[in-house]
Nanobody
Framework: QVKLVESGGGVVQSGMSLRLSCVAS????????MGWYRQAPGKQRELVAN???????NYGASVKGRFTVSRDNAKNTVYLQMVGLKSEDTGTYYC???????????????WGQGTLVTVSS
């Protein structure tokens, strides 16, 4: 079983910064892709950013140039540094890992429970 624990959400003013963290724990040996999705009230969940084991990244169009995703493979942790936050960045941010390998699984996908980010204008 693999568990994700997110931290770092909160309430900030427009223009400020936040850093989210997500730690994966459990019976796993490697994780191919780690990243973040978000869901605003009344909207569909969307990709924010993800990063593969080789360091290649993908970003949602609305966050390019403002958000940076990174990971620490030794700690099974993914980070999301958010700068220049806007009110439209408000939502619940979900950690997501894909391609998790362990003793009994080879391609597991896991979602975190989400952490709320609120940006006030």
């Amino acid at each position: 079983q693999v568990k994700l624990v997110e931290s770092g959400g909160g309430v900030v003013q427009s223009g400020m910064s936040l850093r989210l963290s997500c730690v994966a724990s459990g019976f796993l040996s490697s994780i191919e892709t780690m990243g973040w999705y978000r869901q605003a009230p009344g909207k569909q969940r969307e990709l924010v950013a993800n990063i593969d084991t080789d360091g290649s990244t993908n970003y949602g169009a609305s966050v390019k140039g403002r958000f940076t995703v990174s990971r620490d493979n030794a700690k099974n942790t993914v980070y999301l540094q958010m700068v220049g936050l806007k009110s439209e960045d408000t939502g619940t941010y979900y950690c997501n890992v894909q391609g998790v390998r362990g003793a009994v699984y080879r391609n597991l996908e896991v979602w975190g429970q989400g952490t709320l980010v609120t940006v006030s204008s």
